[in-house]
């Protein structure tokens, strides 16, 4: 046995990088329907229906920019573990490598 034993890195690579694009469509499409609420808000002159369309359209653009956020932070998580995954795999491969060569095979 040599070598080094692989775990499926770039699998997770790739999901993360889709995940993150996701992120950043819904968060876009959070800030467009919010821009659009508050076109709606100008051009609506009811007591209510202004204010409420305002309200609406700066709510969908802070939780957009919220959910994009955190994703991302979960995103970089998921790197860092990727990376951490990644290392501990190599050095364990090392000492399995460096028992079997003691041992012999």
Known sequence: MSGLIRGNFDAM???MQQLQGVSDETATAAQQLGNTF???AVDLQGSQSGPACQQMGERLITEGKQFSTTFADQSHMMGNNQQILGAAEEE?????????SH???
């Open 103 to 105: 041992y012999g095979n």
């Open 13 to 15: 690579t790739h999901v």
């Open 38 to 40: 508050e076109g709606l």
């Open 92 to 100: 364990s491969a090392h000492v399995i490598n460096a028992v079997m």
